[in-house]
């Protein structure tokens, strides 16, 4: 146990994802080499040339502006959904009827492809707010089965203990359900996160809207200009960003889960 313990600890240390990530810009750099020359900077372009690219670009307003707009417009959707889905998976959890209602919402939304949502997006809610409805409708559906799911955890032992000592609900809730729900709202903000970004953007490159400032846009017109390393630094913005966002919604669920001794 103290072994597992120990070689988790050292998976986590900066030192060791640090090398993981120099290896892996090893062997892009190695993949890059080993392109066909005549074709090289079309197919895949080198982690030098991207950072120069991704450099070029930091120094331009056009493209904070589409960072600004793109990340507002993922993140607002991914929020909404993100309390939406828990408010209404808590709910659907204590009334069968409501969890009965949504299930073949929830499965619909579920097996509908970005594109489709893209379209329909467009015809309801017009091109500026594109990404954060693409972005909610991705995201509700995460949110609401992780919420029956954590309290879903709860201790049926603690249960019967506060019925025992007649708890109010709202102490119950606080005390035996909130812990594991906070729990699986943690592993549900890892998804979601990621799919928002996936989805949010995604949307915005099929809408091809270039006149509006967004990320999509700027990933829609790198095409046009056949630029790969253009389209790779769009794209190791993206990451940077969900990874950003990802530890910002766990600081924030550490902020409101303090008190619970739940925060992770």
């Known amino acids: 146990m103290k072994i597992s313990t120990t070689f988790r600890k050292l998976l986590r240390h900066p030192g060791v994802k640090l090398w993981?990530?120099?290896?892996?810009?090893?062997?892009?750099?190695?993949?890059?080499?080993?392109?066909?020359?005549?074709?090289?900077?079309l197919l895949l372009s080198s982690p030098i040339q991207v950072a120069s690219e991704l450099?070029?670009?930091?120094g331009t307003g056009d493209y904070w502006q589409r960072v600004l707009f793109s990340s507002l417009d993922v993140m607002s959707g991914m929020l909404m959904g993100a309390f939406l889905g828990t408010l209404l998976g808590s709910i659907a959890y204590f009334a069968s009827f409501v969890r009965e209602l949504f299930k073949p919402l929830i499965?619909?939304?579920?097996?509908?492809?970005?594109?489709?949502?893209?379209?329909?997006?467009?015809?309801?809610?017009?091109?500026?707010?594109?990404?954060?409805?693409?972005?909610f409708l991705i995201c509700f559906p995460v949110f609401y089965s992780h919420s029956l799911s954590g309290l879903g955890m709860a201790d049926e032992k603690l249960l019967e203990m506060a019925c025992m000592f007649k708890l109010s609900f709202f102490r119950?809730?606080?005390?035996?359900?909130?812990?594991?729900?906070?729990?699986?709202l943690f592993a549900a903000?890892?998804?979601?996160?990621?799919?928002?970004?996936?989805s949010g953007i995604a949307a915005e490159y099929i809408a091809m809207v270039t006149n509006i400032l967004s990320i999509g846009a700027g990933l829609y017109a790198s095409k046009g200009r056949w630029s790969t390393a253009e389209t790779l630094a769009w794209t190791v913005t993206i990451v940077a960003l969900s990874a950003l966002f990802s530890?910002?919604?766990r600081a924030l669920l550490r902020f409101f889960s303090r008190k619970w001794g739940s925060a992770k």
């Open 172 to 184: 119950k809730f606080k005390s035996i359900y909130l812990p594991p729900l906070i729990t699986q």
């Open 55 to 58: 450099w070029r670009m930091w």
């Open 247 to 249: 530890a910002l919604f």
């Open 107 to 135: 499965s619909v939304i579920r097996s509908i492809p970005v594109v489709t949502f893209t379209i329909m997006a467009i015809y309801w809610v017009g091109y500026r707010e594109l990404g954060m409805f693409v972005a």
């Open 20 to 41: 993981a990530a120099l290896v892996w810009l090893i062997i892009w750099q190695l993949l890059y080499e080993l392109t066909n020359e005549d074709r090289r900077d």
């Open 189 to 198: 903000g890892e998804v979601a996160v990621g799919l928002a970004w996936k």
